[in-house]
């Protein structure tokens, strides 16, 4: 499966973004998604996920209340919406699908990463 990851883009402190997951050649309306980002020097985190009837979300403590994660089975693609963005929030930012079990939190229970699109948070 491969994910494309787009809506990236450089913006100002306070401005909204939204991110778009999407595959071609397979539905992802069976599986939970998620969203993790990768600043540089900095480990991947945990930003987002969604079950795969997209009634169930998760996010993490440093985006909840910003950050909103759904999908649109019908459009075969998952989003990303991001409000009032923050310089710290600049990192390059990857779907995956959630393949194994465990923690929708864990990077470790996600496969077929998305080539990423990167966002840039100016102050």
């Known amino acids: 499966v491969q994910l494309q990851a787009s809506g990236g883009g450089l913006v100002q402190t306070g401005d909204s973004l939204r991110l778009s997951c999407t595959a071609s050649?397979?539905?992802?309306?069976?599986?939970?998604m998620g969203w993790f980002r990768q600043a540089p020097g900095r480990e991947r985190e945990f930003v987002g996920a969604?079950?795969?009837?997209?009634?169930?979300?998760y996010h993490s403590d440093s985006v909840k209340g910003r950050f909103t994660i759904s999908r649109d089975n019908a459009k075969n693609t998952v989003y990303l919406q991001m409000i009032s963005l923050k310089p710290e929030d600049t990192a390059v930012y990857y779907c995956?699908?959630?393949?194994?079990?465990?923690?929708?939190?864990?990077?470790?229970?996600?496969?077929?990463w998305g080539q990423g699109t990167q966002v840039t948070v100016s102050s």
């Open positions: 969604a079950t795969s009837s997209g009634n169930t979300k």
């Open positions: 995956a699908v959630k393949l194994y079990s465990g923690s929708y939190y864990a990077i470790s229970s996600y496969a077929y």
């Open positions: 050649e397979r539905t992802l309306s069976t599986w939970s």
